[in-house]
T-cell receptor, first 114, second 109 residues
């Protein structure tokens, strides 16, 4: 158990809908990262927040947005969902701002878009 | 464009065998190279390497980095069925990790 929690574990929804994924980082970690992992694909970095501020952006679609709250938990919002958005979404956290250090991963949220 | 390439993509061996997994990279502003193990769900951290030629070891697993030739290897000796997993390599550059596609390792009893 990494200490990073994510909810929900599974989410099934229809195309065109909007969902929110939630992540709580390890105690003391200020950085939160969001990743997408499609079937048989590698991890795709989406976005990083550090202490409430956006710090780095990867291949995140405009339909997706995220934020980090004062209590450091983070939410990833996915809207106008398409079939291709079906994937595992991971949240990871680390102590430092620098994203090149060890990151601790949550158990993931499996999103299925029908 | 930054890239991380792992090979082989898939590997099937028998219990007790030794395996070597490869990770090569072309990344600007290299900061670190990390290995993770992914079984059913979340990747779990194995090693972080920042200096060339210094082997990191944990039980039957070891890893080394060559910053001149831009690659790293992960060795697993005396493999066990519990080593079956996808092994992910990630290279740290500035604010993010750039991930390889992974090597799927299957250990047959």
């Amino acid at each position: 158990d990494s200490g990073v929690t994510q909810t929900p574990k599974h989410l099934i929804t229809a195309t065109g809908q909007r969902v929110t994924l939630r992540c709580s980082p390890r105690s003391g970690d200020l950085s939160v990262y969001w990743y997408q992992q499609s079937l048989d694909q590698g991890l795709q970095f989406l976005i990083q927040y550090y202490n409430g501020e956006e710090r780095a952006k990867g291949n995140i679609l405009e339909r997706f947005s995220a934020q980090q709250f004062p209590d450091l938990h983070s939410e990833l919002n996915l809207s106008s969902l398409e079939l291709g958005d079906s994937a595992l979404y991971f949240c990871a956290s680390s102590v430092t701002l620098a994203g090149y250090n060890e990151q601790f991963f949550g158990p993931g949220t499996r999103l299925t878009v029908l | 464009e930054d890239k991380v390439v792992q090979s082989p993509l898939s590997l099937v061996v028998h219990e007790g065998d030794t395996v070597t997994l490869n990770c090569s990279y072309e990344v600007t502003n290299f900061r670190s190279l990390l290995w993770y193990k992914q079984e059913k769900k979340a990747p779990t951290f194995l090693f972080m390497l920042t200096s060339s030629g210094i082997e990191k070891k944990s039980g039957r697993l070891s890893s080394i980095l060559d910053k001149k030739e831009l690659f790293s290897i992960l060795n697993i000796t005396a493999t066990q069925t519990g080593d079956s997993a996808v092994y992910l390599c990630a290279v740290g550059s500035n604010y993010q990790l750039i991930w390889g596609a992974g090597t799927k390792l299957i250990i047959k009893p």
